[in-house]
């Protein structure tokens, strides 16, 4: 989102007339922005007037508007730093307060003071991991994210909820427990220094294999057929790849070290 400096006249104290620049903002992604941050604000109030069933589907279309504007303002170049601070608060409020208090309210509240500090770690890593990625920009290695992007941590957290009440109709109460280790998970992996691959490098202008297509078409036809599982699942996988893949690093460091 580019400030773009705007001529205005005005008189001097020595009654000249001078010109200077007035800073103005494009509006296009901007919108998206907003857009997104309602979202999370929806969420959270749904999430006080009980409604679980919208509160999670909030939350994701909060995660398409967060990966459009970001699209929007380098195709119609109007990147600055005023839209990448919009766009982190807006993060902040989407995935990082929103999930801990659609979980909060869900399941954690039973669990008393555990459950509301739960919360609050998530939030926290949320900001922590946001505050991070903006110093870090430019500066690591593109292909991957240190640490569980946030938006993935909220897909986690809130499909959770998503699947247990609106598919199993199971009370949040019934399984505190796991989500309290879901919450934590998720808040633990945003801070970690754990690598996620974060597929930029992938190129949507070159030509790829055909099979490639149909994996895509797969996909799309298995959120289709049951959105809430599928995508927990899909999130639940990528948020599990980090430590997996650098338990895999270590095992074969290890094992290395022990050849003969």
Known sequence: MAIKPR???????????????????????????????????????????????????????????????????????????FGAEYDSLSDMVSFGLAPALVMYAWA????????????????????????????????VDKRYFVGLPSPSAAAVTVGFVWVLHSIYGVPGKEVSFIA????????????SNIRYHSFKDISFRERVPFFVVLVGVLIFVLISYDPPQV??????GYGLSGPLAALFRLYRRWTGRRAP
């Open 180 to 191: 309290l280790a879901i919450t934590v998970f998720a808040g633990a992996a945003m801070v």
């Open 231 to 236: 995508l927990f699942m899909i999130f639940l």
């Open 7 to 81: 001529k205005t006249w005005e008189w001097k104290k020595d009654g000249m007339l001078a010109r200077h620049s007035r800073k103005g903002i494009y509006i296009l992604p901007n919108l998206f922005t907003t857009a997104a941050l309602f979202a999370g604000f929806f969420a959270i109030v749904q999430a006080m007037n009980g409604q679980f069933e919208q509160a999670p589907i909030a939350i994701f279309i909060a995660m398409v508007l967060d990966g459009l504007d970001g699209r929007v303002a380098r195709w119609t170049h109007t990147e600055s730093d």
């Open 108 to 139: 954690l509240s039973g669990l008393g003071k555990l459950g509301w500090l739960a919360a609050f770690m998530y939030a926290a890593a949320a900001a922590l991991r946001l505050a991070r990625f903006n110093i870090q920009t430019g500066t």
